[in-house]
C-alpha cells in the first residue's frame, strides 16, 4: 500500500535529489517528479569520495558496474597521512571492507545517478518561491519563480543549505564560521613528477598546524577519467572574503600563500593548478558550522495527508571532514523512499516520525563527529610536536561506525520498535516498512 498514490515532488536535482529519485523508482514510486532551480544539472567543485556506506546503497540500485568504470580502481588505502613540510609518511588508514571507498568527479556521479531516471520525471529552470497549501484540493501548491505552479501531495526538499523548503518550514537557521576556507580543483597527472603522480594515486592527506591539503585519485585510466582532486582547507579570517556568495574563485596564489614552505609534492600541486586553471584560479568556499535540524517535517501539515520533508544538506549538512554529505543523503533518501513505499496506513505524519527517527541520530552524529575530525586534521599545536600528535588507528577508530553502519538493520530495528510501542497501546500497528520487500533490496 503505502503512499504509491500520492503525487511527490522533489525540489533540487544535486546529488542528494537526484539519488533519491533512484531510490523513489527503486522502491516503486511512480508519481513523482523533480524541479531543479538552474537551467540545466551541474555539479561544481573537486571530487568527491563516495564511502562504502553509500556505495551499498547504490550497489542496490544497480550502479556499480556504472560507478566502477567512472571512479578509482581500488586505492591501496582509505588515506594515507604525509608530513606537510617533509613530505614524510605519517601513517594510514586501511580500507574498511568491500565495497570500497570510490573516489569520482562529481559530474561524472550526477550523470551516474540521471542515467535511470526518465527525462519526463524531471524539469530545470524551476526555482521554488513558495509553498502555499490548497484546501479544496486537499494538497500542496509549488509557487516557481517562472509563475508556473505545480501541485503535490508529498514534498522532498532537497534543495541544499538555502533551501526554500526549510524555509516553508519556519526553520531558521544560524550558522557559524568555521575558522576555515577551501579551496577546490583539479591536477592532471601529466603535470605531476612520476614520483608523486604514483603517490597521488592514493587519497594523501598532508597534514599541517590549522592547514591541511587533501588529494582525491579521481577516476581512473580506461575511462578517461583519471585526475586528482584537491581540497586545501586553510584557516582564514572571515573578514578577508570578498565574496557575496558562499561559493566564489580566487586565484591559485591564495592557496600558494598557505603552502608555500610545504613539502615539493604540494608546490608541484600548486604549479599543477596554476596549468589545469585558465585564468589562474580556482573554487573557493566557506566552511559553515551548523547544528542539526531539530525536525525535518511539520507534524501539522503530514497530519493533513500532504506534507513535507527535508533531505540531504537541507536537513543534516556538515563539516566536510568525514566525507558524508552526499553519502548521507543517498542513505536518507533510500530509508525515505522504502519507508513512502511500504508504509502500511494512511498516516503520514507516523510514516515520516519513522523516517526521521531512522536517520537523524546517525546524521547529528556524525554531524558532531565531523567537527570534531577536522580539529584533529587542523589542530593548532606546536610544530614540533605535529608528527607525533596524531594516531592513524585512532582516526579509523573514529570512522569505524560511519562505513560500518547497516541501514536495513537500522530500518528494522525502528520497525520493530515501532510496533511493540504500538501494541503496548493497544492500537493497530501496520507492518510499516514491508521488512520482506526491503530485506531483498540489500
Ligand atoms: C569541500 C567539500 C567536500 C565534500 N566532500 C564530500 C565527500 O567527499 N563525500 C561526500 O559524501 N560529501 C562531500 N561533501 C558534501 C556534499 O557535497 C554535499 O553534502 C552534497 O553535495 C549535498 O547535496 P544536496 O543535493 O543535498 O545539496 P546541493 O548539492 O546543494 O543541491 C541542491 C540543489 O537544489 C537546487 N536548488 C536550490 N534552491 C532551489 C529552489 N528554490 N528550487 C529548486 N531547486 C533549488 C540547486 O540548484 C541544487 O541543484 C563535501 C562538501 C564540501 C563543501
Known amino acids: 500500500m503505502g503512499f504509491a498514490h500520492k503525487k511527490v515532488a522533489v525540489i533540487g536535482g544535486g ?9 523513489a523508482l527503486h522502491a516503486g514510486l511512480t508519481d513523482i517528479h523533480l524541479y531543479e532551480a538552474a537551467n540545466e544539472f551541474t555539479e561544481v567543485g573537486a571530487g568527491v569520495n563516495i564511502t562504502r556506506n553509500a556505495n551499498r546503497v547504490l550497489d542496490a540500485f544497480g550502479l556499480r558496474e556504472a560507478m566502477l568504470w567512472k571512479s578509482s580502481r ?14 614524510e609518511y605519517l601513517g594510514q588508514i586501511e580500507e574498511f571492507g568491500e565495497p570500497r571507498s570510490r573516489q569520482i568527479h562529481r559530474a561524472h556521479l550526477l550523470e551516474i545517478l540521471m542515467e535511470k531516471v526518465p527525462k519526463s520525471m524531471v524539469s530545470t529552470g524551476k526555482r521554488l518561491a513558495r509553498i502555499e497549501w490548497d484546501s479544496s484540493n486537499e494538497c500542496h501548491q509549488l509557487h516557481f519563480m517562472d509563475g508556473t505552479v505545480a501541485s503535490a501531495d508529498i514534498i522532498v526538499g532537497c534543495d541544499g543549505i538555502k533551501s526554500a523548503v526549510r524555509a516553508h518550514l519556519s526553520l531558521a537557521d544560524h550558522p557559524i564560521y568555521s575558522g576555515q576556507m577551501v579551496y577546490r580543483g583539479y591536477v592532471s597527472y601529466d603535470d605531476l613528477t612520476a614520483e608523486t603522480a604514483e603517490l597521488l594515486r592514493k587519497t594523501v592527506n598532508f597534514r599541517g598546524p590549522r592547514r591541511h591539503v587533501l588529494t582525491l585519485p579521481i577516476g581512473n585510466d580506461e575511462s578517461k577519467t583519471a585526475r586528482v582532486g584537491i581540497i586545501g582547507f586553510m584557516t582564514e579570517p572571515l573578514d578577508r572574503w570578498e565574496s557575496e556568495s558562499w561559493l566564489a574563485k580566487a586565484p591559485v596564489d591564495d592557496l600558494f600563500e598557505h603552502v608555500k614552505d610545504w613539502c615539493p609534492a604540494v608546490q608541484e600541486i600548486i604549479h599543477g593548478l596554476r596549468k589545469g586553471a585558465d585564468d589562474g584560479k580556482i573554487l573557493k568556499q566557506t566552511l559553515y558550522v551548523r547544528e542539526p535540524t531539530p525536525t525535518w517535517f511539520s507534524v501539522e501539515e503530514a497530519q493533513q495527508g500532504s506534507g513535507t520533508v527535508l533531505l540531504g544538506d537541507s536537513a543534516h549538512s556538515t563539516l566536510p571532514h568525514q566525507g558524508q554529505g552526499a553519502g548521507m543523503a543517498i542513505e ?27 536517520r537523524k541520530p546517525r546524521t547529528d552524529r556524525i554531524t558532531k563527529t565531523s567537527y570534531e575530525t577536522g580539529k ?41 520498535a515501532a510496533s511493540s510501542k504500538a501494541a503496548a497501546s493497544s492500537e493497530p500497528m501496520p507492518d510499516v516498512v514491508g521488512s520482506s520487500q526491503i530485506a531483498s533490496v540489500l
Open 15 to 23: 546529488l542528494g535529489g537526484m539519488a533519491f529519485m533512484n531510490s
Open 74 to 87: 581500488d586505492p591501496p588505502c582509505y588515506m594515507e597521512y604525509r608530513h606537510y613540510r617533509s613530505g
Open 332 to 358: 536518507s533518501g533510500f530509508a525515505l523512499a522504502q519507508i513512502l513505499r511500504h508504509w502500511d496506513s494512511e498516516d503520514l505524519s507516523a510514516a515520516l516520525q519513522l523516517f526521521q527517527d531512522v
Open 376 to 416: 584533529v586534521a587542523s589542530a593548532d599545536i606546536p610544530e614540533e610536536m605535529w608528527a607525533a600528535s596524531f594516531s592513524p588507528d585512532l582516526m579509523r577508530e573514529r570512522m569505524k561506525w560511519v562505513m560500518e553502519y547497516d541501514l536495513l538493520g537500522e530500518l528494522f530495528a525502528k520497525q520493530a
